[in-house]
């Protein structure tokens, strides 16, 4: 304190000496140190607040990760200094009462919050936006003219990045020339005759990941290089912008879909209605079997599903493609019966391992049906024992069943169904069953299968008894050639 002797020299030496710390306060660094917030001696929900709110206003002034680190370090304090803090504790019973601890723990929880949106931006960052444009170009399915529109984003982002790194990255490496494809020709009959579709694709994500892999190498400081990450960013933000522009074939509708893959181009006039049935039946008449998955796929009314899968089911082998049967064999797995038709007429026997499964499903008698069938007009071997098992009267199988398991062992014609089939014409109490089996053993056609079944000819059905006399008139004329 002054008792006014003091000399007016001393006075302003030391008021100079004042304003010289307080203009070193200003710009120093240690000072800076020196003014960070102390967690209090005792903490209590005030002390802790103010605490907090010196920390609130250290963010609010942060400019490099150094100083976001130091602020987590603070709030890293704050939590130890709340946890050793003796704080009341809410009433459970009042839902309106103070929670001083969860109030404390809510602002560093927020104060957390504000320093990870402060950081970066990072190399990182950009790096994983342009590999995540690369995974979207190559993943996603364009039409020519959308394939052109992110041909035109890829181009524009390599140019922009490129005028971004100025001296960080080497501009050549990410240049235009970085993208081979131009994508003036990329419509261009000429050009899609010398590369494909996929090739041009690839090229562009080449040019990305030539451009990830630069700024990678670059390493950028989120302090020193921060505007040129950020406009790096702003350049990924404008190619994703583009490539979500870009037409896909999910964007068009149903029947711009099919025109654009040539589905109508068969038809010279609409003469049906639909048009998409009058084309289908124009795609059967022709064999087109991809145009008729094409339909089947795209075309979702029950309508033209199940003309569809008419026009399989009529084609038979005609319209076995290696696309087809594994079409037919997931609806199979499904157990649909129309799609195990059509294996069967198309003699599918990479069907066989799953229809041979269908085989004993007594509680579905329909689907046994449809299973025996197709696999005697796939000729499966591998299921002449199952389908013998189901000729068992004992058995699970329904009469109604069991003669379409005896003319499926007919059609496939293997000597080993000789047996069953002589034991169920001869014990069966069903007539259609024994008939069915006289049926079968005829197919097979040895002279053991054929001598089965003739000695019928006196039987009291009818239906037997034809049977029996078609196997003796195959024995005398085997006898009349021999």
């Not at 399915?141 to 052109?148: K, M, S, V």
């Not at 035109?152 to 993208?179: C, N, Q, R, S």
């Not at 041009?200 to 020193?224: F, M, N, S, T």
Request: glycine share 8%; proline share 4%.
């Amino acid at each position: 304190m002054s008792n006014g002797d003091d000399d007016p020299a001393d006075a302003s030496e030391g008021a100079d000496a004042a304003d010289d710390a307080e203009e070193a306060g200003g710009a120093g660094e240690s000072t800076d140190a020196a003014a960070a917030p102390t967690l209090p001696d005792e903490a209590t929900e005030e002390s802790l607040n103010e605490y907090l709110d010196e920390i609130a206003e250290r963010l609010d002034g942060a400019e490099t990760e150094a100083d976001l680190d130091d602020i987590e370090a603070l709030l890293d304090d704050a939590e130890a200094g709340l946890d050793e803090a003796d704080l009341p504790e809410p009433d459970e019973d009042d839902e309106d009462a103070d929670d001083p601890r969860g109030d404390l723990e809510g602002r560093i929880s927020e104060l957390r919050d504000g320093v990870e949106e402060a950081r970066g931006p990072y190399a990182d960052d950009v790096v994983d936006a342009i590999e995540a444009a690369a995974s979207t170009l190559e993943d996603t399915e364009w039409t020519a003219a959308g394939r052109d529109d992110a041909a035109d984003a890829v181009v524009a982002f390599v140019d922009a990045a490129a005028d971004a790194v100025d001296d960080e990255v080497d501009a050549g490496d990410i240049g235009p020339d970085t993208v081979e494809t131009d994508p003036a020709s990329a419509g261009d009959e000429a050009a899609d005759e010398d590369r494909g579709d996929g090739d041009r694709i690839d090229d562009l994500v080449e040019a990305l990941d030539a451009v990830a892999e630069a700024v990678a190498d670059a390493d950028l400081d989120p302090d020193d290089d921060a505007e040129t990450i950020a406009a790096l960013l702003d350049a990924t933000d404008d190619l994703e912008a583009g490539l979500d522009e870009a037409e896909e074939w999910d964007d068009l509708e149903t029947h711009e879909q099919l025109r654009a893959q040539g589905y109508y181009d068969v038809l010279g006039h609409y003469k049906d209605f639909p048009v998409e049935w009058a084309a289908l039946k124009e795609h059967e008449a022709r064999g087109n079997v991809d145009m008729i998955l094409l339909a089947l796929d795209s075309l979702q009314s029950d309508f033209m599903e199940r003309h569809c899968l008419e026009a399989f089911e009529r084609m038979g082998k005609r319209g076995k493609t290696e696309a087809s049967v594994e079409k037919m064999l997931g609806r199979a797995e499904k157990r649909d019966q129309p799609a195990i038709r059509i294996l069967g007429k198309m003699a599918a026997d990479e069907a066989t391992e799953t229809l041979v499964e269908y085989v004993p499903e007594g509680s579905n008698p329909q689907l046994q049906k449809t299973v025996f069938k197709a696999l005697g007009e796939i000729g499966a071997a591998e299921a002449v024992q199952p389908l013998a098992n189901q000729l068992d009267p004992e058995g699970d199988t329904e009469e109604l069943v069991r003669p379409h398991a005896a003319r499926a062992l007919g059609l496939i014609g293997d000597t080993r169904a000789v047996d069953p089939l002589a034991d169920a014409l001869a014990e069966d109490d069903s007539d259609d069953v024994r008939a069915a089996a006289g049926w079968a053993l005829r197919q097979i056609g040895t002279r053991e299968a054929l001598e089965a079944v003739a000695e019928y000819g006196d039987e009291h059905s009818f239906i037997v008894s034809t049977e029996a006399e078609k196997a003796e008139r195959a024995l005398d004329e085997a006898s009349a050639t021999a």
